[in-house]
């Protein structure tokens, strides 16, 4: 699969701050990615999503910021709750209905 | 609620026995996956099934196959489970028409092999 790699592995946040999670992407083909959050033991948790031909979309609490010319993607999670503590991932999909996962970053919000 | 269910939770198999491990999903979609992760990795994508058309990554074994007898139901086979198969294996659908969308993932069964 192709490469999808995330700068920081560990994250650890006052609760009430903000959190910015990033993701490399290296196909440059990639038209759609996922923001997953995945807590322990369970299976991945869809959060957001956003398609090549948007650069920000905007949930509750979440933003996604994509920048395609560095493939690049962010995650801002505003005013950072313990719940949310967990691993964060980012996917994309490169063809068909494939999605590749990055690696991975664990947040730890401190209460 | 529409949702994807894996059974079991966990399992339990022997170094070289065979074991299988169940998906089924209440929301009618067409496309079906098989994950595996292991401990603080990411999910790796084994296979995935559009309708009944089979699609195997270049990079998985061939100790690995797959099921799906109907559009609900698809099945991982471990034809000779060893040490290094251990992990959780996720279950995920998606309803591929125009454009892309989300997956679901299913709560995942964790495999030990003993």
């Known amino acids: 699969g192709e490469s999808v790699g995330l700068h920081l592995p560990t994250l650890s946040v006052q609760e009430g701050d903000n959190s910015i999670i990033n993701c490399a992407y290296s196909n440059s083909a990639s038209d759609y990615f996922i923001w997953y959050k995945q807590e322990s033991g369970k299976g991945p948790q869809f959060i957001i999503d956003i398609r090549s031909n948007m650069d920000k979309r905007q949930g509750q609490r979440v933003t996604v910021l994509l920048n395609k010319t560095v493939k690049h993607l962010s995650l801002q999670i505003a005013a950072t709750q313990p719940g949310d503590s967990a691993v964060y991932f980012c996917a994309e999909n490169l063809t068909g209905n494939q999605f590749y996962f990055g690696t991975g970053t664990s947040l730890t919000v401190i209460p | 609620d529409a949702m994807v269910i894996q059974n079991p939770r966990y399992q339990v198999t022997q170094f070289g026995k065979p074991v299988t491990l169940s998906c089924s999903q209440t929301l009618n979609h067409n496309v079906m996956y098989w994950y595996q992760q292991k401990s603080s990795q990411a999910p790796k994508l084994l296979f995935h099934y559009y309708d009944k058309d089979f699609n195997n990554e270049a990079d998985t074994p061939d100790n690995f196959q797959s099921r799906r007898p109907n559009t609900s139901f698809c099945f991982l086979d471990i034809r000779s489970p060893g040490l290094g198969d251990a992990a959780m294996y996720l279950c995920?659908?998606?309803?591929?028409?125009?454009?892309?969308?989300?997956?679901?993932f299913g709560p995942g069964t964790r495999l030990t092999v003993l």
């Open positions: 995920a659908t998606s309803r591929q028409g125009p454009g892309i969308n989300e997956q679901f």
